[in-house]
């Protein structure tokens, strides 16, 4: 139980790459809150849980009063949090400039990357005082090659995404805060279902999981305060880099 007595706070943790981070963190001990949009995959996630107690509570990050209030209450019901999460995120099937609305830019960007923003926010202050925590956003291969298969909006989220951390880190570094940026490939989760065409079997086969991620993640949270790895790569072996 080598994260006994941290705390961890992860958003989109019901699901998907959230969920895959969250069990990995409490696996080791660490004591976990996991919030996201809707409560019944936040509790369908927890009651199927069997390691360390994992708390939920229903968010939505482009609400700045929402995230505060999930602060608050972690912070009352955990204690002082010492790794934020940042992995709740989403994407829209009409992915070009000729077919996507303006308003579906502006969901796509508040989830993404002001939701990231938010939280950072609410959290960054008690990481301060304490002159200690980690802070791990999720972009996405995305936010460093910007390609047909994220589409526009969501390219442009996680490159904001990776702007936002490394500069915070640069600021936050001397309060001794590690912000570190994971760009995932292709992960077999629920956001799939938003491709433009459905994904065969065979694809998602070929995928990463959650809990690859989740690992990664677990390894960074491992490190002494010392050691800070700003940003890092994860990819199904099959999948291009370019």
Not at 117 to 125: I, R
Not at 165 to 172: G, I, L, Q, R
Not at 219 to 227: D, E, M, Q, T
């Amino acid at each position: 139980m080598k994260l006994s007595g941290k705390t961890a706070l992860v958003t989109g943790g019901g699901t998907g790459i959230g969920w895959g981070i969250a069990r990995a963190l409490a696996a080791e001990g660490c004591r976990v809150m996991i919030a996201g949009r809707r409560p019944q995959p936040l509790t369908d996630a927890v009651e199927g849980w069997k390691g360390t107690p994992i708390l939920h509570q229903t968010v939505d990050v482009t609400d700045r009063a929402s995230v505060a209030a999930l602060v608050q209450a972690t912070l009352q019901q955990l204690g002082a949090i010492d790794i934020l999460v940042n992995s709740a995120g989403t994407n829209i099937k009409t992915r070009t400039l000729a077919e996507m609305r303006p308003e579906q830019w502006d969901e796509v960007l508040a989830i993404n990357a002001t939701g990231v923003y938010n939280c950072m926010y609410a959290v960054l202050p008690s990481m301060r005082a304490r002159r200690d925590g980690l802070i791990v956003n999720i972009s996405s291969t995305s936010g460093k090659r910007a390609a047909p298969l994220g589409g526009v909006a969501y390219d442009a989220s996680k490159f904001a995404v990776a702007a936002l951390s490394t500069a915070a880190w640069n600021e936050e570094a001397a309060n001794g805060i590690r912000v570190t940026t994971v760009f995932p490939g292709e992960v077999d989760t629920p956001i799939l279902e938003k491709r433009p065409t459905a994904v065969s079997d065979e694809r998602r086969a070929r995928m990463l999981l959650p809990e690859d991620v989740g690992q990664v993640v677990l390894a960074i949270a491992l490190l002494p305060p010392r050691a800070h790895i700003p940003e890092l790569i994860i990819k199904p072996i099959t999948q291009e880099y370019i």
